[in-house]
């Protein structure tokens, strides 16, 4: 083996400056275009980022309204009986009049408080005057059993928000919580940065690509030939950039043939009107078949880093190239190990894709768990997959599984923490049961 094959031309980069170099890239030039989205869209709603601050248009409420069945009333008239003199219910409208003394309207949760009345008794604080004649349901009279004070039982105009107020800032993804708040607004369609399409390649001799071909398939369980493999990185990849409201690529398969890998990469990079994102997996480590970075090189590519100094995803690789039309191409080529894509994928991709995205908040929230178990540190930062627990008054990071190797996908079954355990010292060769680290949380909690 050539001392090509033995030594990386690439220094091993910390996380923090490997998170740095591509926040650096991603600058202010970059523009997502947008489109206006109807708010009774939905499935176009859900998962979008707003490029527009969504202002409130009307004070709310817009007019004062009762938050009890019962009367509303002049409080300065006390616990004397009142005449009821109007009813109104929600959606109705008593504007022409003017309530007066000794007067009273009846109403109902939500209805609007008419002129001259200045607090609400609920109706089990009222009666029936006794000698009141029977009119039917037309009641005349009513009782005041407990004095009224000004502004009781009334939601006032701009209670909840005054006309200008910013109900959802520009930058938000839009989630089921704002589909109310959007009704409120009064707006009929928003501003919505267009989901960004993104390119994804996968690399490997071993890949069945057959798999792909989706026509053909009847049998509910194929088994690829024997040293093939199914690609589990694209399905990964895909759902990953979903969730994050991104459009993925059809899949494509390459050799590790690096004529065949350049030809593919360079058809992508200058695509006119083409993604601005590459996802490439496998092909970036020291092996005789790994000739991504060498290819990435060849076009012409700014390499900025080829390895990371974190366990999994060790190869990671950054890269990023000015087209022919002179648009600019991020390209992040991952290791091929499918626990490698994922940890990737979620620490340096979908930040990015965020923050190309106009998006407010890019960063995962961290927390502190305890160890489910003793834990052997590693000479890298290590991103160990784990499932939020709550044991009384204990937040617990469970291992998924135990074997945490790069290429066990099923490590990724049920995580929704990645713990970050830092890199061992003399001082520091393991973390102990119970003891606390920081997680990132990736996932509902």
Do not use: W
Not at 177 to 193: K, N, R, T
Not at 242 to 249: E, H, N, T, Y
Not at 317 to 330: L, P, V, Y
Request: hydrophobic content about 35%; overall charge negative.
């Amino acid at each position: 083996m050539t001392e090509h094959f033995r030594h990386s031309p690439y220094p091993m980069v910390p996380m923090d400056k490997a998170l740095a170099i591509i926040s650096e890239e991603t600058g202010s030039d970059i523009i997502v275009s947008t489109e206006m989205v109807d708010i009774y869209d939905f499935r176009g709603l859900l998962g979008r980022t707003l490029a527009e601050d969504v202002v409130a248009a009307t004070d709310k409420p817009s007019f004062r309204t009762s938050v009890m069945d019962g009367y509303a009333v002049r409080a300065e008239d006390g616990d004397a009986p009142r005449k009821v003199v109007a009813v109104t219910t929600a959606g109705g409208t008593n504007e022409s009049y003017v309530l007066q003394k000794g007067e009273c309207c009846r109403v109902s949760t939500g209805s609007q408080i008419v002129v001259g009345a200045d607090a609400v008794v609920m109706r089990e604080d009222t009666g029936p005057v006794e000698d009141e004649q029977d009119q039917g349901d037309a009641e005349i009279l009513v009782l005041i059993k407990v004095a009224p004070k000004v502004g009781q039982f009334i939601r006032q105009i701009g209670v909840d928000f005054s006309k200008g107020t910013v109900l959802i800032p520009k930058g938000t993804v839009l989630k089921f919580q704002h589909a109310g708040i959007l009704a409120e607004s009064c707006y009929q369609q928003v501003q919505v940065y267009k989901s960004l399409s993104v390119e994804i390649c996968s690399t490997g001799n071993e890949i069945c690509h057959d798999v792909y071909d989706r026509t053909t398939k009847s049998e509910r369980i194929v088994v690829p030939p024997f040293g093939q493999i199914y690609d589990t990185n694209y399905p990964n990849i895909v759902t990953q950039l979903l969730k994050s409201g991104c459009k993925p690529s059809q899949p494509v398969a390459l050799r590790d043939n690096p004529e065949e890998i350049r030809e593919k990469l360079s058809e992508l990079i200058n695509k006119d009107g083409g993604s601005p994102v590459i996802i490439t997996t496998g092909g970036v480590s020291m092996g005789e078949k790994d000739h991504l970075k060498d290819v990435l090189k060849s076009l012409g590519c700014n390499v900025h880093f080829g390895r990371v100094n974190m366990k999994p995803g060790k190869p990671a690789t950054f890269s990023t190239i000015t087209n022919k039309h002179g648009k600019k191409k991020f390209i992040f080529s991952l290791p091929g190990n499918p626990v490698s894509v994922f940890v990737c994928m979620e620490l340096f991709v979908l930040p990015f894709l965020k923050k190309l995205s106009g998006q407010n908040v890019i960063n995962y929230t961290k927390i502190p768990v305890e160890a489910d178990q003793t834990i052997q540190l590693d000479e890298r930062l290590e991103y160990r997959r784990a499932v939020f627990v709550v044991e009384g008054n204990r937040l617990i990071a469970r291992t998924t599984h135990p074997n945490q190797t790069s290429s066990a996908v099923i490590s990724t079954r049920d995580c929704n923490l990645l713990m970050e355990l830092p890199s061992k010292t003399a001082e520091k060769l393991t973390i102990q049961q119970g003891e606390l680290v920081n997680a990132l949380v990736i996932g509902p909690i």
